[in-house]
């Protein structure tokens, strides 16, 4: 399994390396770290979260804030990374290469938790069809207030 995994990072490595070389810019030990801090934890994260997490797992690495954020936007605009916007309060990020999911997303604590439903999935594609439109794809934010917070 462990195996698997680097495989598909080393792929992911190797893509992330090309996208940067297309667009003029170095590949730095900071950001690959950024990378791999992205692909080894799973959830969603601000960039303000990422870099704590760096900061607390590599100490000794001299990386800016804005090094974060900079390669964050690099991910995504590649489809690396994928993020969902919550207004004022900024965005968060996850890696791109989970399989399609959508989210429920609290109100008052942020939590947010991923789903699938294939029945949705199917009612729109039937609704595409319909109206004569072709998918190409769609993001699903559901919002309310979660069961912790509701218990409050």
């Known amino acids: 399994m462990?195996?698997?995994?680097?495989?598909?990072?080393?792929?992911l490595l190797a893509s992330f390396k090309d996208i940067l070389k297309r667009n003029g810019l170095k590949f730095t030990v900071q950001r690959e770290v950024i990378l791999k801090t992205l692909y080894s934890n799973n959830g969603h994260f601000t960039p303000d979260a990422l870099y704590l997490i760096i900061k607390e797992k590599y100490p000794d690495l001299n990386v800016g804030i804005a090094t974060v954020y900079r390669t964050l936007n690099v991910l995504e605009e590649s489809d690396i990374a994928t993020s969902l916007s919550f207004g004022s309060q900024g965005k968060k990020f996850e890696l791109g290469n989970k399989p399609h999911h959508d989210h429920m997303i609290c109100k008052n604590c942020g939590q947010?938790?991923?789903?699938?439903?294939?029945s949705i999935e199917k009612l729109q594609e039937k609704i595409a069809k319909n109206s004569d439109f072709k998918l190409t794809g769609h993001l699903m934010q559901l919002y309310g207030i979660c069961g912790n917070c509701q218990k409050k």
């Open 112 to 118: 947010i938790v991923e789903f699938e439903d294939k």
């Open 2 to 11: 462990k195996k698997l995994e680097n495989i598909e990072y080393d792929a």
